[in-house]
């Protein structure tokens, strides 16, 4: 492999979960990280031959989508859309807006679990060195998806939720999101 290209792998500061926003914010990010390695992975593979490094990246990317992504879609559905819906049931762009991020996350996970995923596994394990232009176009959905997704996510769920969930529930909904990843 060329000593000037790599593919990082994902490592991120830790946020407690004493502070559950912070620790939504966090995921965000590692969001973005993940699909930030899955765009240096896909330019990787346009003038690398598949190797140890490009498919580290792709168990990286794996990793994030199959664990810890679902967890904070839960995160959201268990916590922040309902005390949104309740609180804020009066304002109609809003509830629009929670039904979209709702189907979203459906339509992101069909679309993962049918389509990315079995490729991107595929690459990890060495079965296949490259991606085909459809594989690649399927990307670029998931792409566009996740960041549409994020924007209205950080602009104007979040900012909501948090005007609206008191400091206990926070507290409760910290411990509850822990709680769950211990499982």
């Not at 995160?75 to 819906?85: M, S, Y």
């Not at 490259?130 to 996510?153: K, P």
Request: glycine share 4%.
């Amino acid at each position: 492999m060329n000593s000037k290209v790599s593919l990082p792998g994902l490592r991120s500061p830790g946020v407690g979960f004493e502070q559950p926003f912070e620790m939504l914010d966090a995921c965000h990010d590692r969001v973005r990280r993940s699909l930030k390695l899955l765009s240096d992975l896909r330019a990787y593979l346009h003038t690398h031959a598949c190797d140890d490094s490009a498919r580290q990246a792709a168990r990286d990317v794996l990793r994030y989508f199959d664990l810890a992504a679902p967890l904070h879609h839960q995160d959201e559905e268990l916590h922040i859309f309902p005390a949104l819906k309740q609180s804020c049931a009066d304002d109609a762009d809003l509830q629009s807006s929670i039904r979209q991020l709702q189907q979203d996350h459906e339509d992101m996970h069909a679309h993962w679990e049918r389509t990315l995923r079995g490729v991107l596994k595929a690459l990890a394990d060495g079965s296949i060195g490259q991606f085909t232009a459809a594989q690649e176009a399927e990307f670029d959905v998931m792409i566009q998806r996740y960041d549409r997704h994020l924007r209205m996510e950080d602009g104007v769920i979040y900012p909501a939720a948090r005007k609206v969930v008191a400091v206990p529930q926070q507290q409760a909904m910290g411990e509850e999101m822990a709680a769950r990843r211990r499982q």
